[in-house]
Structure formats: structure tokens, C-alpha cells
């Protein structure tokens, strides 16, 4: 059995390199779902209906849990494959199977209050007045972060600001001097917006993580980045201890698969993993 990690390109890769430092005994596949990327600027059928194509594909090469290393899946897939669609799939098996989304772990990471929070008052844990969040149209369209946020820690602010070409030029192996000026941009626009530094930024899309550097040098010093990849790593270890029945497996297998070109990835993706990585025809 292994862990599948599920995203439209090479992006989910920065969670697949944590998850895979934190549990370097487990089995992992990732799929990237190139032939379809980039998902931020797709209608909300078609990326539930992509990212359940996805499961299907990780579930069936051995996978037991699968890992959403994307925002936009996160965000506008996961609770309804959850409700609808994942418990009629299970029913067809012969062992447990689960799909686990990146936001929650995010939220706690940048409220500093764990899930189980929900709901409860009391003071503040951490002082933090506002939030900003770098993400796709379609997360910022859903309002997935002012939501959960607001449910956890009305006295945060929340302002989500969307990159709407980052992804694709992260994907397309774009020059860095691009890649700055879309992430300088961006940075700008959410300063203009919140009209001072947010106390917080959570880069909500995984593609961003690549290229943290850039949004650390475009945003001021003051401002604390929150990384997905760690926070992600802490849950998932947590869940599959709370979960003995989901095996990750203990070969320490890395499989690449994509449903795009086969070979080897980008110059963007081989410098965050600091060694190539080849991927398989899905
Ligand atoms: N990396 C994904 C995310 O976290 C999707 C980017 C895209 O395909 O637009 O949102």
C-alpha cells in the first residue's frame, strides 16, 4: 500500500518532498495532472470531476490515502467527493480508503489553533491581526480561507489575493525575472489592499512554495510566511497514527506519474528537490 499526492502539475511536489522527508519509509505515487493544469482557472465541475479522475488513478496503482497537494482541489473538490462520491467508491473495495485535503492543516498552522478549536471562544493563542493569502482564482473565488479562518478566529482578518498566471508559469519552467515581477505584483497588490503589511502569508497554492524565495523578498520582513509542506507533514503524521488501518507502506517507493509528458520535470521543480525527477506516463 502507499500515500498518493495529487495535483494538477508539479506544484504538489513541494508537499510530496516533505511528506516524503517526514515518513521516508512509506510508499509514495504522485500524479500530476499536466494534460489538465493549471486548475485555478477552471469551472468547479470540472475540477471535482478531475480531481475524483484522480483518486480513481492514485487508488487504483496502490494508494490507500491520498493526499490533495493542491489548494484549488482542496478547496473546491474535497468536501464534495467526500460527501457524494467517496463513499459509494469505498463500498466497491476490500480495504479502507481516504482523501485528505492541505487547508486545515494550513489554517491551524496560521491561526495557531488546532482543528478541534472550532467553535470555541476564549482569548487569542497568538496575536495576529491580519492574514493575507496568495492563491488561484478559483481558491480566492471560493473564499475557502475567510471562511474556515473566520470560523476558527473571527478577530483575524482575511485577504486573499490571486495570482492568476503564477501557476501556469511555474509550470512552464517560466525565466525567474518573470516569475518575480508576477510575485512583486501580486505582493504589491495585497499591501495596496490591506493598506499596511499582513502579520501573516499563507501561500495557497503549492506551485508558490517553488518560488518562496521570491514572495519572501517581495513581501516586508515583518511578515511570517506560513509553509504548506511542513504543515502538512505534521498532520499527515499525526492522522496515520490515529489511523493504524491506513498502511503507507515500508518499501520507501517514489513513483511519478503524469497524465501530460512523460520525462524528465522543469529546472524549477529539480532545484527545490536538488535532483531530477522522472515521471511516467498515468
Ligand atoms: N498547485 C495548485 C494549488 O495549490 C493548483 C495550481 C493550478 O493548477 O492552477 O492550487
Redo the contacts with the bound molecule.
Sequence with gaps: MAIGVF???V??LSIHHALVERLPGADFIYLADQAH?????LGGDEIVELTRQGCIRLFEAGANVVVLA???ASAIALRRLQQTWLPGYRAGLDRPVNILGIIVPTIEAATGLPWTHEGEVGPPVEPVEVVGVF??SA?VASQVYEIEIGKRRADVGVVSQACPTL?RMIEADAPREALEAAVREAADALLARIGRAPDRAILG???YEIVAELFVAALPPSVTLIHQPSAVADALERYLAAHPEYDPGHGGARRFLTTGAPGMQNRLVEMFWSSALHFDPA
Design positions: 495535483d494538477s502539475g506544484g504538489g493544469a493549471p486548475y485555478g482557472v493542491c489548494n484549488t492563491a488561484t481558491t501557476a497554492c503549492t506551485h
